[in-house]
């Protein structure tokens, strides 16, 4: 069965970082590109970052260009979100989430999620 | 950036309903357009891709239709497990933006 289990969210004060996990099982995971997508609390959907299979291509929403940083290491079957100089509007749920075979940007598979809460 | 405008916010329906939400993009994405359900507590999950392919173990009652701005997701006989939130998805280029969401309510 395919899993994606996030960790690493937590509470960090504004300016400060934190670094998300993602770890994926019952796929071939270099086989896909992924993605990073945040939900505040009780709010809608945004879709922050996504990074090829090769890491070849790095691609970031506006609001995080700059100070978040996607990373995977296909030897451990794992996605990163390295996010620096976070700010209050950061504060969300984060999944991370594959793509469904040749259809790029369609996400069929979603991790539980992690909460990141950035407050002083 | 390509911008999603999705309607109604919210509805109040009953089981056995007919519901249709929709969904107008800012830019021609042919039919690059999916839709997703969202209970509380959970992640979301793909119903229809490509604007009105229905993706592998949803029920037939979901349909979606359109292409180029405007498009449909159809629920054609609301069940008492359809009351969730919806979101559309545009996925014609990153950033790949959703819609506000259309929460239905009982």
């Known amino acids: 069965e395919v899993h994606l289990v996030e960790s690493g969210g937590g509470l960090v004060q504004p300016g400060r970082s934190l670094r998300l996990s993602c770890v994926a099982s019952?796929?071939?995971?270099?086989?896909?590109?992924m993605h990073w997508v945040r939900q505040p609390p009780g709010k809608g959907l945004e879709w922050v970052s996504g990074?090829?299979?090769?890491?070849?291509?790095?691609d970031y929403a506006d609001s995080v260009k700059g100070r978040f940083t996607v990373s995977r290491d296909n030897a451990k079957n794992s996605l990163f979100l390295q996010m620096n100089n976070l700010r209050s509007e950061d504060t969300a749920f984060y999944f991370c989430?594959?793509?469904?075979?040749?259809?790029?940007?369609?996400?069929?598979?979603w991790g539980q999620g992690t909460m990141v809460t950035v407050s002083s | 950036d390509i911008q999603m405008t999705q309607s109604p916010s919210s509805l109040s329906v009953s089981v056995g309903d007919r519901v249709t939400i929709t969904c107008r993009t800012s830019?021609?994405?042919?039919?690059?357009l999916n839709w997703y359900q969202q209970k509380p507590g959970e992640a979301p999950k793909v119903l229809i891709y490509?604007?009105?392919t229905l993706h592998s173990g949803v029920p037939s009652r979901f349909s979606g239709s359109g292409s180029g701005t405007d498009f449909t997701l159809t629920i054609s006989s609301l069940q008492l497990e359809d009351f969730a939130t919806y979101y559309c998805?545009?996925?014609?280029?990153?950033?790949?933006?959703f819609g506000q969401g259309t929460k239905l309510q009982i």
């Open positions: 830019q021609n994405i042919g039919s690059y």
């Open positions: 490509a604007a009105s």
């Open positions: 989430a594959k793509p469904l075979f040749l259809e790029r940007g369609v996400f069929d598979v």
């Open positions: 990074i090829s299979w090769n890491s070849g291509n790095l």
């Open positions: 998805q545009q996925s014609s280029s990153t950033p790949y933006s």
């Open positions: 019952g796929f071939i995971f270099d086989d896909y590109a």
